[in-house]
């Protein structure tokens, strides 16, 4: 696994320093929904095949740049969370969406709708 370390400046003004192992993409896209507004610019500063030195580089980074915008001192990132697999139906989606028959067998609500779906248009076109 590849762990980043990266400054976000928005346009808002300041700067940010983080780390993470999933895609990059991806955890922009949560600071936009959760904390950022407006355009982004993205810096990579490092990456590093361990957690521990990608904490160690993050760490020394905000001292030595001090962005304005971060809370903390930096060198905590939480190992990436592994999703159970019987999490998801064979289709790909969540199992929270599914529900139980009586004789207990799973069936995924989103996959019903797409049958349900596809048999409504079969009886269209036939």
Request: one cysteine or more; proline letters at 4%; charged letters at 35%.
């Amino acid at each position: 696994m590849v762990y980043i370390c990266y400054l976000l400046k928005p346009a808002s003004g300041g700067s940010y320093i983080g780390v993470t192992g999933i895609s990059l993409r991806k955890r922009v896209m949560v600071h936009l929904r959760e904390r950022f507004q407006g355009e982004i610019e993205i810096e990579i500063l490092a990456t590093r095949s361990t957690r521990e030195e990608i904490n160690e580089i993050e760490t020394v980074l905000i001292a030595e740049l001090r962005p304005t915008l971060n809370r903390i001192k930096g060198g905590t990132s939480h190992p990436a969370k592994r999703r159970d697999p019987d999490a998801f139906c064979r289709q790909g989606h969540w199992r929270e969406s599914s529900y139980r028959k009586p004789n207990g067998t799973l069936v995924c609500r989103k996959c019903r709708q797409d049958q349900k779906r596809k048999r409504r248009i079969a009886k269209r076109g036939a």
